[in-house]
């Protein structure tokens, strides 16, 4: 797929700070978390252009609006966008075709919290090897809740995640200059 597309702007083959990437495997759309332009939006393939998806509407924290969308996951099982809204401390499912989202976890309204209920500036989205997200009140498994640091068991700007089949939890951790394995999640 040869994509020829600018940033800075908010016209649909223009980017602003283009963060999170997600991709449909049986079409092989691509849907890109537009940062900047709070959205996202798709391309098929061989397009220069893309088509909004999610969001457009101006940056805020009701549920027809994204605020900095950043990790994206693409469930195939409901046909839908499971986004980290970064800048309203949630994760947001949205359906495609739809025009609003529901609340996955975090604050319906944008409230930033360190509870285990509530988010603080989510990066990013995954699911396990059986399509699974978890659950809405969260247990801390990787870092220590409100600590920064750089030893073996504490992170500093964690930004991307991903599991493998064994259930091993892989943080990038930015401002570490690292990528740490932790394993086995299961408590």
């Known amino acids: 797929m040869n994509m020829f597309i600018g940033f800075s702007g908010s016209a649909n083959n223009q980017l602003n700070r283009p ?9 092989g759309t691509i849907y890109i978390a537009d940062y900047g332009n709070h959205r996202v939006v798709s391309y098929v393939s061989g397009a220069s252009s893309g088509t909004v998806v999610a969001g457009g509407n101006g940056p805020g924290t009701n549920n027809t609006q994204l605020r900095n969308p950043a990790g994206l996951y693409f469930d195939s099982s409901t046909n839908s ?6 800048g309203a401390h949630n994760i947001v499912r949205w359906v495609l075709g739809a025009n609003s989202w529901t609340l996955i976890v975090g604050s319906i309204n944008g409230s ?11 990066t990013d989205v995954t699911f396990d090897f059986m399509d699974n997200i978890g659950q809405t009140n969260g247990t801390t498994i990787a870092g220590v809740t409100g600590e920064i640091g750089s030893n073996s ?3 500093n700007f964690p930004v991307s995640i991903v599991l493998d089949t064994q259930l091993n939890l892989y943080v990038a951790d930015m401002n ?12």
Do not use: M, W
């Open 153 to 155: 068991t504490l992170l």
């Open 19 to 27: 963060y999170g990437i997600a991709r449909d495997p049986k079409s």
């Open 176 to 187: 570490n200059h690292r990528l740490q394995k932790f394993t086995s999640y299961l408590i």
């Open 81 to 86: 966008l499971v986004i980290a809204n970064y």
């Open 112 to 122: 930033a919290g360190s509870t285990s209920t509530l988010l603080n500036y989510p």
